[in-house]
């Protein structure tokens, strides 16, 4: 008897997470989850859930504790993500964003990436955003998707070797709490995103970018960010 499939999925009360925590259980998947809240998927089969915040310092020690109870995981999908519109007047929520969407996906992978290369097999995957570059409006989530982005791929390129890999999956607009921009161009859904992550773990990509629209329209919106600076506002 072939055993099911294991994934790890952090951040996965709501939003992407959760749709896509019930599209691998659909699919045969155990599923371990951790979030800052109880999870609505209460003792659902094949199921169980671990409450931890990952900007805490708490959190590596209630990961650790999941992995020893459970062992290796074939894949951890980090979709933990916070965002806040800039206010010039108040910046305390600022270092709390880079926390949870840098920092939380560090920490993530300090503690599972190991186990992996260890076991010579794993998928590493991270939810960053197509959105990744300079922003006036929201300056921390870009810049902690950006530094998300680029430690994802550097990971890629150092563990591909050892039999683990790992994916950077950008995003533009999915219909969740997080998408607080008064325009939304391209917004997909959180089932048509919990797709996209389902096949990039099947496809096992380095990167993948969704919508294919957003990737044009925010380049043309990350020149006109620059020419800001050459040529003032």
Sequence with gaps: MVS????????????????????LLREGWAVAGVSRRASSLGEMAGYRHAIADVATPEYPAALRALLASGGTFDACIFCAGIGELLNVDDLTAESRVFAVNLLGAVETAAIVLPAMRAAGRGHFVGLSSIGDR??????????????????????????????????????????????????????????????????????????????????ALMTVLSLLVRLRFFFGS
Excluded: C, W
Aim: charged content about 20%; hydrophobic content about 45%; proline content about 7%.
């Design 4 to 23: 099911a499939r294991r994934a790890l999925v952090i951040g996965n009360t709501d939003g992407i997470g959760l749709a896509l925590t019930r599209r």
């Design 134 to 215: 300079t922003s006036p409006d929201a300056p921390s989530y870009a810049a902690s998707k950006a530094g998300l982005s680029s430690y994802l791929e550097g990971l890629a390129l150092a563990l591909r070797p050892h039999g683990v890999q790992v994916t950077n999956l950008r995003f533009g607009f999915v219909d969740t709490k997080m998408a607080k921009s008064p325009v939304k161009p391209f917004m997909m859904t959180v089932d048509r995103a919990a797709r996209h992550v389902v096949r990039a773990i099947d496809r096992r990509p380095a990167v993948l970018s969704r919508p294919f629209a957003m990737i």
